[in-house]
T-cell receptor, first 112, second 111 residues
């Protein structure tokens, strides 16, 4: 019932693996976001794309690599992650100007 | 950088009572003031928002009030129900597109 779809729902990966998280929205929103959320903490902003261009990178380590192939899709490529990167990764989108975030259900990532 | 503080961090009320959560921010350029509700194991969802040209907004049992001079805004929930139990986040933002969340308030409504 969410308008922002994230896959996979769960992901377990080793520290040497390469994986990707995917996010899709068809609301015509031109801003898309990646947030990281640890248990009992608020969502923490990682990246913002505006009109398919990276506009904000909150000093995220290079082992996280975002990509926005088109206005509906947002990916997060993962490589050489650490166990402390285990968290819920939330994708969100919003309309132009300051407007509400629409979140996906998230990907629960575990790094072993 | 921006500083966002929420109080209280936890709040326990009896069903039917009112609950108030306050959010204080530091960025004077902030012009959008939303509140999100996150139930356990679920995604955050917008419950109410207000823009800087308005002092108060109400939607049934939920209201938000804004004091731009003092740089704070508050969430008011009246006639609380058990299904209001959740974590509530404020996320004041400006035209930069950067929404930074407060630390959250865990609301427990006891039946």
């Amino acid at each position: 019932d969410t308008e922002v779809t994230q896959t996979p729902k769960h992901l377990v990966m080793g520290m040497t693996n390469k994986k990707s998280l995917k996010c899709e929205q068809h609301m015509g929103h031109r801003a898309m976001y990646w947030y990281k959320q640890k248990a009992k903490k608020p969502p923490e902003l990682m990246f913002v794309y505006s009109y398919e261009k990276l506009s904000i990178n909150e000093s995220v380590p290079s082992r996280f690599s975002p990509e926005c192939p088109n206005s509906s899709l947002l990916n997060l490529h993962l490589h050489a992650l650490q166990p402390e990167d285990s968290a819920l990764y939330l994708c969100a989108s919003s309309g132009t100007g300051v407007s509400p975030l629409h979140f996906g259900n998230g990907t629960r990532l575990t790094v072993t | 950088g921006e500083n966002v503080e929420q109080h209280p961090s936890t709040l326990s009320v009896q069903e039917g009572d009112s609950a108030v959560i306050k959010c204080t921010y530091s960025d004077s350029a902030s012009n959008y003031f939303p509140w999100y509700k996150q139930e356990l194991g679920k995604r955050p969802q917008l419950i109410i928002d207000i823009r800087s040209n308005v002092g108060e907004k109400k939607d049934q049992r939920i209201a938000v009030t804004l004091n731009k001079t003092a740089k704070h805004f508050s969430l008011h929930i009246t006639e609380t129900q058990p299904e209001d139990s959740a974590v509530y986040f404020c996320a004041p933002s400006s035209n930069t597109g950067k929404l930074i969340f407060g630390q959250g308030t865990t609301l427990q409504v006891k039946p």
